[in-house]
């Protein structure tokens, strides 16, 4: 069975850096591409970025290009979305998901992460 | 790039066809036929519904179908059910090799 299960709900100021994290199981991890999505409170859903843990290609969201930084380590599964410096605004929640087509960077995700809560907040 | 756009909300009752649109421009939806659509419960994460246009992943109900003409895709869910209450997204891959979503449609069950 596929899973793709996300680290827990994060309370940071803001300044502060952080990294949540994305194990996934049950299929070749490094042969299909994984992507992280934000939801802000009561909002849609926005497309933050891309990395194919065969090889770290990553791909960025002109929207979040420099203000996160996407990372995978293979050899535990896990796929990693981190910020250097937090603000108010990044209060939302994270998903991380997996995407089903083989063209780079598609809409298709198949399977998805339960999500992450992080909250920033002085 | 912008978002693209649907329609805040749409209803239907029980039995009936509704259908959700998903406008966007020659850059993404009118441009490549790599259009995705996905369901959202509240506080759950979303659930793919439809890829590339008119696909529907193992499991999913033959009562979503998807479509596309121009610029514009189309989510039709046909003998509505009190669990396809839901909030709705479209997906498109854009020319900027990155993929958009829309603004999202909040679809009540009468």
């Known amino acids: 069975e596929v899973q793709l299960v996300q680290s827990g709900a994060e309370v940071k100021k803001p300044g502060e850096s952080l990294k949540i994290s994305c194990k996934g199981s049950?299929?070749?991890?490094?042969?299909?591409?994984i992507g992280w999505v934000r939801q802000m409170p009561g909002k849609g859903l926005e497309w933050m970025g891309i990395?194919?843990?065969?090889?770290?290609?990553?791909r960025y969201s002109p929207s979040f290009q420099g203000q996160v930084t996407i990372s995978a380590d293979k050899s535990i599964s896990t796929a990693y979305l981190q910020w250097s410096s937090l603000k108010a605004s990044d209060t939302a929640m994270y998903y991380c998901?997996?995407?089903?087509?083989?063209?780079?960077?598609?809409?298709?995700?198949?399977?998805w992460g339960q999500g992450t809560l992080v909250t920033v907040s002085s | 790039q912008s978002a693209l756009t649907q329609p805040a909300s749409v209803s239907g009752s029980p039995g009936q066809s509704i259908t959700i649109s998903c406008t966007g421009t020659?850059?993404?939806?009118?441009?490549?036929?790599?259009v995705s659509w996905y369901q959202q419960h509240p506080g759950k994460a979303p659930k793919l519904m439809i890829y590339?246009?008119?696909n529907r992943p193992s499991g999913v109900s033959n009562r979503f179908s998807g479509s596309k003409s121009g610029n514009t895709a189309s989510l039709t869910i046909s003998g509505l059910q009190a669990e396809d209450e839901a909030d709705y997204y479209c997906?498109?891959?854009?020319?900027?090799?990155?993929?958009?979503f829309g603004g999202g449609t909040k679809l009540t069950v009468l």
């Open positions: 998901a997996r995407q089903l087509g083989v063209a780079v960077a598609g809409p298709d995700f198949d399977y």
């Open positions: 049950g299929y070749s991890f490094t042969s299909y591409w």
């Open positions: 990395i194919y843990p065969g090889d770290s290609d990553t």
């Open positions: 020659s850059s993404d939806v009118g441009g490549y036929n790599y």
């Open positions: 590339d246009v008119s």
């Open positions: 997906s498109s891959y854009t020319s900027s090799s990155t993929p958009v």
